[in-house]
């Protein structure tokens, strides 16, 4: 079946620090690929999403790029904010139908 | 403003004890899904909804029920809630409209839910 790894969390950094989350998945034939993103308190928002190979998604500043070859989906920002610090999940969906895999998740916390 | 709404938003019972979590959607979705949370496992999927009338089980079903009754509200039934069913839920919903590997699911706020 199909099933996404992230790198073990807790993550913390300071202010104005690179930031990358390593996201790893197992699946056939061609997933949409998702990083998802949780406030304290909140329920998950999408951050951002790449449909195909060598597609880099990007919003707010992060970004992850589509590597079949590795079947990885690294998340990452130049320069994180205080603001950033939340539950960040990398997440797929499959080749036919809307059922999402999360990752467990990593929390990420930056200190000003 | 489109959104998802659960309620409760935190819930403390009984072993044993029915509950019903609400979840709704303003935003003519055909998917709908429960999630519960827990540390270091990430969201599982309970059940999901392809349309109205037509669930099925996720990865995580035992212990819980649903219906679809309308496209807009798709409830989580606990019969006989037991402490390992102690969670943070999430409803989430989606459009199965062109480019259905595409679309973003919305996701509600949560409920918190113990079982003593």
């Known amino acids: 079946g199909n099933s996404v790894t992230q790198m073990e969390g807790p993550v913390t950094l300071s202010e104005e620090a690179f930031l990358t989350i390593n996201c790893t998945y197992t699946?056939?034939?061609?997933?949409?690929l998702f990083w998802y993103v949780q406030y304290p308190g909140e329920g998950l928002q999408l951050l951002l999403k790449?449909?195909?190979?060598?597609d880099k998604g990007s919003n707010k500043g992060f970004e992850a790029t589509y590597r079949k070859e590795t079947t990885s989906f690294h998340l990452e920002k130049g320069s994180v904010q205080v603001s950033d610090s939340a539950v960040y999940f990398c997440?797929?969906?499959?080749?036919?139908?809307?059922?999402?895999?999360f990752g467990e998740g990593t929390q990420l916390t930056v200190n000003p | 403003e489109a959104q998802v709404t659960q309620n409760p938003r935190y819930l403390i019972t009984v072993t044993g004890k029915k509950l019903t979590v609400t979840c709704s959607q303003n935003m003519n979705h055909e998917y709908m899904s429960w999630y519960r949370q827990d540390p270091g496992l990430g969201l599982r999927q309970i059940y999901y909804s392809m349309n109205v009338e037509v669930t099925d089980k996720g990865d995580v079903p035992e212990g819980y029920k649903v219906s679809r009754k309308e496209k807009r509200n798709f409830p989580l039934i606990l019969e006989s809630p037991s402490p390992n069913q102690t969670s943070l839920y999430f409803c989430?919903?989606?459009?199965?409209?062109?480019?259905?590997?595409?679309?973003?699911?919305?996701f509600g706020q949560g409920t918190r839910l113990t079982v003593v």
């Open positions: 699946a056939t034939g061609y997933p949409s």
């Open positions: 790449a449909t195909k190979a060598d």
């Open positions: 989430a919903s989606s459009s199965r409209g062109q480019g259905i590997r595409n679309t973003e699911a919305f």
């Open positions: 997440a797929l969906t499959p080749t036919s139908g809307s059922r999402l895999t």
